[in-house]
């Protein structure tokens, strides 16, 4: 149980377009998920906290207009970075949480590469 | 604010002995989450072990365990017989006891399994 899925695993883009990331809970609902964002040898980075139904809570420092959150369902959360340049090449992990023990469960992640 | 250190960037193991993780971290609640996560050369983050604070015992799954002092707000995470298969970025993670609040987690320690 407790599986998360995260789709695409990996996308290369041109500097300017947008980019689509999913992430699914396949076996629970998630009341909550959260967007990390991994630099190559470092530790996660929490961009943001997104509630079904709610808007997403930005961390200090993540431009909310440019990764754009949306947690319509109790099993799917997008994570949209638009207008996507080069520095925004990183990997991307998900997270999902509910239920009684709130522990947070994490998708395969996506790695983004801007041209 | 809370903290989670982990001092030892790195570690390495003989296979089928014996390795002890440390993790230290800094909170004013009296009530949280610890957990250890294991993030292999995949970067799928998976989750090893879970102890409650109100808890007093150690939690335990098969070959992994964990010395919870919480006076001293220590949570190291003890691998035996060491497989191939633990070679990893293990990183320790500390959550409030309410809501699904974010994890903060620490900078990591990479485990070497030597054959």
């Known amino acids: 149980g407790a599986v998360v899925s995260q789709h695409p695993s990996w996308v290369i883009c041109k500097s300017g377009t947008s980019v689509k990331i999913e992430c699914r809970s396949l076996?629970?609902?998630?009341?909550?998920m959260f967007w990390y964002r991994q630099f190559p040898k470092q530790s996660l980075m929490l961009m943001a906290t997104?509630?079904?139904?709610?808007?997403?809570?930005?961390e200090q420092g993540v431009e909310k207009d440019k990764f754009l959150i949306n947690h319509a369902s109790l099993t799917l959360s997008t994570l949209t970075v638009t207008s996507a340049h080069p520095e925004d090449s990183s990997f991307y992990i998900c997270?999902?949480?509910?239920?009684?023990?709130?522990?947070?469960?994490f998708g395969p992640g996506t790695r983004l590469t801007v041209l | 604010a809370q903290t989670v250190t982990q001092s030892q960037p790195e570690m390495s193991v003989q296979e089928a002995e014996t390795v002890t993780l440390s993790c230290t971290y800094d909170?004013?609640?009296?009530?949280?989450?610890l957990f250890w996560y294991k993030q292999p050369p995949s970067r799928q983050m998976i989750l090893v072990i879970r102890?409650?604070?109100?808890?007093?015992q150690n939690a335990t799954e098969n070959r992994f365990s964990v010395n919870f002092q919480k006076a001293a707000k220590s949570f190291s995470l003890k691998i035996s017989d060491s497989q191939l298969g633990d070679a990893a970025m293990y990183f320790c993670?500390?959550?409030?006891?309410?809501?699904?609040?974010?994890?903060?987690f620490g900078t990591g320690t990479r485990l070497t399994i030597i054959p």
């Open positions: 909170t004013s609640e009296s009530d949280y989450y």
């Open positions: 076996d629970f609902q998630a009341t909550t």
């Open positions: 997270s999902a949480s509910g239920g009684v023990t709130d522990t947070q469960y």
């Open positions: 102890q409650e604070a109100y808890k007093q």
């Open positions: 997104s509630n079904e139904g709610s808007k997403a809570t930005y």
């Open positions: 993670a500390y959550k409030q006891d309410f809501g699904n609040e974010k994890l903060t």
